[in-house]
Every structure is written in C-alpha cells, then in structure tokens.
C-alpha cells in the first residue's frame, strides 16, 4: 500500500481480555518494527522483523506480549490478559532491508488501546 | 549502546519567536540522527535526518538542525515559530549496523499566540 496501515485506530478493551492490533507495511518493506508509546514516555522499542529472520523481541514488555508476521507482510501484535498498564498508542514502522538505520522509519497512525 | 536525551518535556515559544529544541545523544558508533514530528492523532513523520557529510541538515517546514560532535548534540531550530508547528518532537539515533532507531522522550512544542 502508499502507507503504513494500522488497525483498529482506536480499542477500548476490558482488563482480563486479549487484543490483536494489525499492521500493513508499505508493500516492498521487509522490515516490521512496533513501539509502545505511553503518556510521557516518549516511545519504547517492542519487536522487530527483518525478512526470514528471527524477530528481535528484546523490547517485549513481558510474556503477555507477542507478535507475528505471516508471509512477510502483515503483523499482528497480540497482548493476552491485558492490564490497565497496557494503555498506550502503539505504533508500527516499516523500512527498506537494511535501510532503516540510515534512512529511519515509515510511521503508521497508530492504535491507541485504552483498558478499562 | 544508543541512547538520546531530549533536554525539557514542553518547550512553549511565543508565535514569530525562535523555536530551539535540544537533543544530546550518546553511541558508541559514529551516529545516524533524526528529528520526527507528530501531530494530534497521528504517526510520526520525519522532519530531517543526518547521516554524513553537511553538519546543518535543512528538513520540511523551515526546521533545521546541526550536528555537533564535540558536544554530542542534534538541536532542531526554526527562525520563526507558526502555529501550525505546535505538536511533539522526538530525536532519535542509530548508526551503521544498527538494527533499529533508539528515540528520546519527546518535547511537546506548544505556540502561544
């Protein structure tokens, strides 16, 4: 697609309850990378794919958090058992292979999770 | 290791004043710096970035930035500040081999009238 395309924009969900938020990079990105974005927090590292590489899950919060990327594509980053600590935006950026470092991210608009 | 420092939470400037937002930032290779935008309710999109050659980088909508290296900085200015620019700022680093971009926390720039 032309952008990064997030989905829903918006989740209201209730503690206890899992999510799934979905992300579509702009066709051609091989690299996947999410970020959590919480109130003064500026934004925190969570998962990154690289083509058929193993995913660097080194940011991933805790167990409750994973995500995956089927064909190469389209991630879906799931959060199980979701707790009030979990609201937050979270953001999906996409990059060429091995450009991202030079060049930085495409953002997408973002999911803003709100648990109640 | 990367790391970014981004120098006051909220910068609030008067509308025609110099904007001057301040990232220092630390790495153990010679760094990639940038310099995103993010307006209410949406992504973030890259207003400038520096990875070699010309210290003062020129982005979109008449910011700029100078890379310092004695003083391991990436200040982002614009002469003259418009309401429209009201929005946060993130500076973030990375460099040759990196993986991934590491950000700073972000200054809210609010433009009084």
């Known amino acids: 697609g032309a952008g990064v395309s997030q989905s829903p924009s918006n989740k209201v969900t209730e503690k206890g309850k899992d999510v799934e938020l979905r992300c579509d990079p702009i066709s051609g990105h091989t690299a996947l990378y999410w970020y959590r974005q919480s109130l003064g927090q500026g934004l925190e590292f969570l998962i990154y794919?690289?083509?058929?590489?193993?995913?660097?899950k080194s940011g991933l919060p805790s167990d409750r958090f994973s995500a995956e990327r089927t064909g190469g594509s389209v991630s879906t980053l799931t959060i199980q058992r979701t707790q009030q600590e979990d609201s937050a935006v979270y953001l999906c950026a996409s990059s060429l292979e091995g450009q991202a470092a030079a060049y930085g991210y495409t953002f997408g608009s973002g999911t803003r999770l709100t648990v109640v | 290791a990367q790391s970014v420092t981004q120098l006051g939470s909220h910068v609030s400037v008067s509308e025609g004043a110099l904007v001057l937002l301040r990232c220092n930032y630390s790495?153990?290779?010679?760094?990639?710096l940038f310099w995103y935008v993010q307006y209410p309710n949406q992504g973030l999109q890259l207003l400038l970035k520096y990875t070699t050659g010309a210290t003062l980088v020129k982005g979109i909508n008449g910011f700029e930035a100078e890379f310092k290296k004695s003083e391991t900085s990436f200040h982002l200015t614009k002469p003259s500040a418009h309401m429209s620019d009201a929005a946060e700022y993130f500076c973030a680093v990375s460099g040759q081999g990196a993986q991934k971009l590491v950000f700073g926390q972000g200054t809210r720039l609010t433009i009084n009238p």
């Open positions: 790495s153990s290779v010679p760094p990639y």
């Open positions: 794919f690289q083509g058929n590489s193993a995913p660097d």
